[in-house]
DNA sequence: TTTCCGATGTACT
DNA sequence: GTACATCGGAAAA
């Protein structure tokens, strides 16, 4: 689970969260599809964080993408969420994504789960081991679910290097994975 | 349903 | 200038 503990804009607790369906892994310099693999930028220095340090960037010029570290410092390994099963303020998820028409097209790509959640280049950087949530810190964080009954893997979506690693994953049948499902499983 | 394409910040040639 | 870890609207089928 991918949760965000904020305050509502009348100052109200507000919590959203989704089940991680689907996730990309992306090495160090080692993964030329990787933004570490040139080394550390301005943009992608979450990524050179020990593990825990969430990775949000900009993704053409439009849309917001969210990672977590996966490694050591200074190692630029990570983890990217691309998809979400919403199960924790939908209805709030919702006045985000107001394109939504399904509960699917919330949170089935990386671009649309971090609109869904109000995720953004102000969390680059948060840590996602954190104190629990308290009253006025913004938290996102993340928890164990329950054991998958199956995961598939394939190629990783909209790269042009290293398109051999199998290195997407996803709950197999899961209908809020992203497009495209064909390559999966 | 599938295919095509424009929007546009950041990094690189 | 080009490429890019994307999305959604429009057109085609």
Redesign the pocket.
């Known amino acids: 689970m991918l949760w965000v503990h904020d305050l509502d804009a009348e100052g109200r607790p507000l919590v959203l969260a989704g089940r991680i369906v689907e996730t ?1 892994a ?1 090495g160090g310099s080692d993964d030329p ?4 693999h ?2 550390r ?4 220095g979450a ?1 050179f964080e020990r593990a825990g340090a969430l ?1 949000v ?7 917001w ?1 969210a ?1 977590v570290a996966a490694g050591p410092a200074g190692e630029g390994t ?1 983890v ?1 969420f691309r998809a979400i099963e919403p199960l924790v303020g939908i209805d709030a998820q919702r006045e985000r ?1 107001p ?2 028409r399904r509960d699917s ?1 919330l949170g089935s ?5 971090c ?1 869904a959640l109000g995720l953004d ?1 102000a969390d680059d950087g948060r840590r996602l081991d954190a104190a629990p949530p308290g009253e006025l810190t913004r938290v996102v964080r993340v928890t164990a679910g329950e054991e998958p009954e199956r995961l598939v893997r394939g190629p ?6 290293a398109v051999d690693r199998p290195w997407r994953f996803a709950i197999a049948g899961n209908p809020h994975v ?1 497009s495209p499902r064909r390559t999966l499983g």
């Not at 930028?41 to 992608?44: A, L, V």
């Not at 960037?57 to 849309?63: K, L, N, Q, T």
């Not at 990783?156 to 290097?161: A, F, N, T």
Request: hydrophobic letters at 25%; glycine letters at 14%.
């Open positions: 990309e992306y599809a990787s933004h570490a040139r080394g930028t301005p943009r992608n990524m990775y960037y900009r993704s053409y010029g439009i849309h993408c990672n990570a990217l994504r394109k939504a097209d790509g990386p671009g649309k789960l609109a280049g990783r979506v909209g790269i042009s290097k992203s």
